[in-house]
């Protein structure tokens, strides 16, 4: 089983591209998912957020204020990279555990998993995924970043440009991909990119013989 981990800058169309390829019956192992259980209440590592950021993180009912903590990180590099240090660390572990568990699962059924998708928006950032087989980076420019940040969560145009500053350089990011899915039109085009791209996998997995 190939291991492809799928990345791209934020409001990139990074989940929209994994809808697509779940459509084609891909495993997906989503690490923002992972990251969302992991800071639900009574966790540790929410425990450990809480005691860090007292209650300015935390909504009235006690759960966590994900936009507030966000805007706070990125206007704080300290405070982002404290964050980094504590969640990475236990989001590689699960998704280690998650790609055993897809495996053995495909060995009990006897079935044929040609590959599966892993995405991991700082997948580029933390430099922690060697294993993986290839890089995919959904890519858009940073205007179409911006009018889709502002769209989608009414951020104005400088929060749009403190959380790109951020993020490591479109750039660097596209010069570590082994693949590219340009995302600077319409869903009808990313998802026959995405299509097309499925179908490039399939055949690397079944000529490097790694489909489990």
Known sequence: MLVIGLTGGIASGKSTAAHYFVKHSVPLIDTDQIARELV?????????IAAHF???????????NRKHLRHLIFSNEKERRWLEDLLHPLI?????VRLKQLSDKAQQ???TIPYC????????????YAWLDRILVIDSDEITQCKRLQERDGMSLSECKAIL????????????????IDNNEGLLELEAAVAKQHK???QLAETSGNAS
């Open 117 to 128: 998708i892993v995405m991991i928006p700082l997948l580029v950032e933390s430099q922690a």
């Open 54 to 64: 007292a209650s300015s993180v935390l909504n009235s009912d006690g759960s966590l």
């Open 40 to 48: 639900t209440p009574e966790q540790p590592a929410f425990n450990a």
């Open 109 to 111: 059924s006897q079935q």
């Open 92 to 96: 590689r572990e699960q998704v280690s």
């Open 165 to 180: 500053s951020a993020q490591i350089s479109r750039q660097k990011r596209l010069g570590l991909a082994d693949d590219i």
């Open 200 to 202: 490039a996998y399939l």
